[in-house]
């Protein structure tokens, strides 16, 4: 019974680590998810000031639209800020916990997988290894990295 709960203990703590490593992953996506968003509206406003430029003729409708996308626009903008702040702070603490191996393979595989956003395979190929070996150093990384 008492070595049951030390791996319960041990599978949380390697789901602590790895949702660690992947928070930087996640945070990239949310911070395109943005970034795609805002290209929308500005290409809206862009659009809107064309139109404007053109001899038809003016609708007061259009003046509260433009003025609509220029709020999302400014708060788009506020948002990506935001997520690049905590991007940044995702893979600091991500790259800190990285660090605290001291086989530089095992630091290299986990900047692949988790900063990079490189696949098993991908890895092996770049390494001249097997995906199995690769996957194999993974999980050792994982065991041995401390999360700072």
Do not use: C
């Not at 790259?95 to 990079?116: A, F, P, Q, W």
């Amino acid at each position: 019974m008492e070595k049951k709960k030390e791996l319960s203990k041990e599978e949380k703590e390697k789901q602590a680590k790895i949702k660690l490593l992947k928070q930087v992953y996640w945070d990239e996506k949310n911070l395109k998810r943005l970034q795609e968003k805002l290209e929308k509206i500005t290409i809206k406003i862009e659009s809107i000031r064309s139109s404007n430029i053109s001899s038809m003729p003016k609708s007061s409708g259009l003046a509260q639209d433009i003025s609509d996308l220029l709020g999302q626009q400014e708060e788009y903008q506020s948002l990506i800020i935001k997520k690049i702040m905590k991007l940044e702070e995702s893979r600091q603490k991500a790259e800190s916990s990285i660090d605290t191996l001291e086989d530089s393979r095992l630091k290299l595989i986990l900047n692949y997988v988790y900063l990079e956003d490189m696949t098993f395979k991908e890895i092996a190929v770049d390494l001249r290894k097997s995906e199995r070996h690769i996957r194999r150093l993974h999980d050792i990384a994982i065991r041995l990295m401390k999360i700072v």
